[in-house]
């Protein structure tokens, strides 16, 4: 470290330290308060940008803490702790290529830095691509035994195999050692399955106290603390809970739906009418599984992963990691280039879309694209790839708004206040009709409640729209082993239950969710 502070004076050094520190413990305004007065006497010094860099990455204002860290890099290029955070970084705003050449690069130049193998280990699982991260995982827990988000994120990956009891035998093992560990706690919850006791809950505020949590673990807390007690019928107390964890969130990001709607209004209008666009046949490989998070889309995944002719592949990344591509090329953000682009232009794009997910069609012809925000990208999807099938889960807005509002989910600040989970919900909902009146015979909304009353027909229904002739497998879609990768991974282990809602279990205490909505409120 006292060499990454040459250059400073005493004073600026150790407030560039203690601003580090802070964004450890994840205060970012604390990190700024401590950072400011370095940042005026040394402007140009590679850690002060570094800091700087790291606060701009917390408060969501990812281009600005990218270009800030490149300024850092090109005055200290070979050093590892640098291409680290801009691997970091560039994860954060979804760059996942970039992110995981830079911490390669980190890796490369220091092995033993065990934060560089996490990183890594982190943007893999990203991507999907759960063997490397494996590699990278362990050899950060190798590096460091004590590396507890780590260890945790290796028992993520036991969860995904359907080895739940391994799992939670492993989160209980990092609470044993470290009872202020967040994603343990929290991955603990997200198996579903396990319900907590009143000592689990006990431990859990005494945790959240604790002087070694950083603000990621008391938010990660407060969400498992929720499921605990929701678990014990102790509703008032699991609201106030989530009602915490996300006010502690978005003290660092806000979202502006204003600004959100707005520019889902200028995606559509790129695309509508739709442009000319590549050969009709291509991408008929792919099915786009789209919609809110915790709709469903799992679920309609694990069906058609059933299936002998589909893979499975999970989250993709691919999609709008190709847009950002074309943006970078032609030095102008998406949608803006879209009305220069010509059927070659699309054709192009498509086919570089399949090479990037080649890999999922090694054993099927076809595979699933499972990313739930995709749905912005509908008017993309038709251009680039016309012979693909969309499908759009659907589910009703109370409880999908709820489970998204229950739920630990990075990079999604929509989820922290019921007016702006409302109006995200509007956003898709308007953008969804929209794109099924447009194109009906390629975007097919799916509906969560219609199948749980008649499952048999919807997969059918299902499966004819995505060209799939019916097997019986995908009505025992819960039998189905594979890897997944969501927090619906253990329910969609098991058969559909008709008991999940959780707005009759509320009651009332939902209504102020209800009013953004534009629900009734529950009767007396």
Known sequence: MSLLLDGLTPVAARSVIAAGQALDAGRVDDAW??????SVSHPDHPEVLRMLAGIHGMRGRHQDAIATMRRALERRPDVAA???????????????????????????????????????????????????????????VSLAPDHMSARALLADMLRMRGHVTQAASTYRRVIAEQPWAGMAWWGLADLKSVRFQENDISLMRQAMQDPHATVDDQIAIGFALAKALDDGGQHEGALAALAGANAMARRRQSWNRSGYSAAVDALNAAFTPPPPGADAALGREAIFIVGLPRSGSTLIEQ??????????????????????????????????WVGSMQPTDWQRLGQRYLERTAYWRREHRVFTDKLPSNWVYIGAIRAMLPGAHIVASSRDPLETCFSCYRQRMDNNEYTRDFDDLASFWRDCDRSLRHWTSLHPDHVMVHEYEAMLADPQDRIRRLLAFCGLPFEDACLSFHLNQREVR????????????????????????????????GMQPWPA
């Open 486 to 517: 969501s927090p619906s991974a253990t329910q969609v282990r098991q058969p559909l239950r008709n008991d999940t809602a959780r707005g009759p279990v509320y009651g009332a205490l939902l209504d102020p969710l209800r009013k953004a909505l």
């Open 303 to 336: 069906i058609l992963a059933s299936h002998s002719d589909v893979c499975g592949a999970g989250e993709l990344p691919d999609l709008p990691q190709v847009l950002a591509e074309e943006s970078r090329s032609r030095g102008e953000p998406f949608p803006r």
């Open 33 to 38: 308060r401590h950072l400011v007065e370095a």
């Open 82 to 140: 640098y291409h680290n955070t801009l691997g970091s970084l560039l994860g954060q705003a979804g760059e996942y290529d970039a992110a995981i050449a830079a911490l390669r690069r980190s890796c490369e130049l220091q092995p033993g830095m065990a934060i560089a193998w996490y990183n890594l280990g982190v943007m893999l699982v990203r991507c999907v691509r759960n063997e490397e991260a494996l590699l990278a995982l362990e050899r950060a």
